[in-house]
């Protein structure tokens, strides 16, 4: 039965030590085509999150216009611009310096409505979640809104997520 975080959540979650460089990052990204990962410590304790607006945030105000063009080519499934990944080849910060914490997370008790809660709450697009303090999966806004489509037809019943 789809009723909580551990019956949708993603089991298999790549994770980064805060010491991946930047370039170590965006490769785990591309190469399982994610949009974000999480930085566990060397106990495998959950100490952020890296997402790609995370890379591209050195990108800011100031080059705005090129930063818009560089997520186009990405979301047009492009090759990147060679002065993107120059820039982060040579880019020497870790994840670390870069991740989102705390972060958003959940237990993998959560029902579906309070998953649903955290993500619009929030307003993020995925949430780890903990079992004992240590993180067993993630669930992302498709993960729920999968479950959501899998769940019984209304029967004139009002079920709130």
Request: aromatic fraction near 4%; proline fraction near 6%.
């Amino acid at each position: 039965m789809l009723d909580d975080a551990s019956a949708i959540m993603t089991r298999e979650v790549y994770s980064v030590t805060p010491d991946a460089t930047i370039a170590a990052i965006a490769r785990v990204l591309a190469t399982h085509d994610i949009s974000a990962v999480p930085v566990c410590d060397q106990s495998g304790v959950l100490v952020g999150l890296v997402s790609e607006g995370d890379l591209l945030r050195p990108f800011g105000e100031s080059n705005r216009l090129r930063r818009a063009w560089w997520l186009s080519l990405i979301a047009e499934g492009n090759d990147l611009a060679p002065e993107f990944t120059d820039y982060v080849r040579q880019d020497h910060r870790q994840a670390r310096d870069v991740m989102t914490t705390p972060v958003i997370t959940a237990p993998d008790t959560a029902t579906l409505p309070q998953l649903s809660d955290l993500l619009t709450r929030h307003r993020i697009k995925r949430l780890p979640i903990l079992r004992n303090g240590r993180m067993v999966g993630i669930v992302s806004r498709a993960d729920l809104v999968r479950a959501i489509s899998q769940m019984p037809a209304n029967t004139g019943e009002r079920t709130e997520l």
